[in-house]
Nanobody
């Protein structure tokens, strides 16, 4: 059992920055991969970034590469998403997720645990 709680969403101007946090509790050792997804109104849930718990290898969607940075602090059981150079198209509900399988999947249905989501709105 793993519980995830996101925080840090809000309203920012285009070109600005925002940092999201995801606090994990429970059997965190059983989930070797953590990630972020986002979902805009009327659209499918979209992969954003992922990181492996042990080594810290990262992978990003092309749409955010070079602008977003995922990181983790294992001592705090926390995953972060630093978002820079934000665009209006980044507006969405952002979800923290955990995967029990070591590997890379960009499909949201393959992930096992989810946070409640936090709203990010970028104004133009």
């Amino acid at each position: 059992q793993v519980q995830l709680v996101e925080s840090g969403g809000g309203l920012v101007q285009a070109g600005g920055s925002l940092s999201l946090s995801c606090a994990a509790s429970g059997r965190t050792f059983s989930n070797p991969v953590m990630g972020w997804f986002r979902q805009a109104p009327g659209k499918e849930r979209e992969f954003v970034a992922r990181i492996t718990r042990m080594v810290g290898n990262t992978y990003y969607a092309d749409s955010v590469k070079g602008r977003f940075t995922i990181s983790r602090d294992n001592a705090k059981n926390t995953v972060y998403l630093q978002m820079n150079s934000l665009k209006p198209e980044d507006t969405a509900v952002y979800y923290c997720a955990a995967n029990s399988r070591l590997g890379m999947s960009r499909q949201w249905r393959d992930w096992d645990y989810w946070g409640q989501g936090t709203q990010v709105t970028v104004s133009s």
